[in-house]
């Protein structure tokens, strides 16, 4: 995964991120980056957007073996993730996504 292409998904949550904070006073996201994967040996990136009111995380994967796509998957702070994650064109990955991802799994 490029930085380009990691710059390109975190400043579109960053974009979402300030919208569901001034469209929702209730909910306050935190996102994090963390490329420690590739410390032990995988070649990937990883943004956890986390709710911590209701414990809520929904956790991408920018994986360097599908430069094109991302993965995704809903889950909880206090939880490991499953095994399945969904994936994504990165071409769909926008701050309207974002922005949907964090009201209907974060508000519900």
């Given at each position: 995964m490029t930085d380009k292409q990691l710059k390109l998904v975190s400043d579109a949550a960053s974009d979402a991120h300030a919208r569901?904070?001034?469209?929702?006073?209730n909910l306050n996201p935190v996102i994090g980056v963390n490329r420690n994967m590739r410390t032990a040996g995988i070649p990937a990136d990883a943004?956890?957007?986390d709710c911590l009111k209701s414990g809520k995380r929904i956790i991408?994967?920018?994986h360097d073996g599908q430069p094109d796509h991302?993965?995704?998957q809903y889950s909880f702070k206090?939880?490991?993730?499953?095994?399945?994650?969904?994936?994504?064109p990165l071409d769909d990955v926008n701050a309207d996504l974002f922005y949907e991802w964090m009201k209907t799994y974060f508000d519900a």
């Open positions: 569901i904070q001034e469209d929702f006073k943004m956890t957007i991408i994967i920018l991302v993965s995704y206090d939880q490991d993730p499953g095994p399945d994650f969904e994936l994504l």
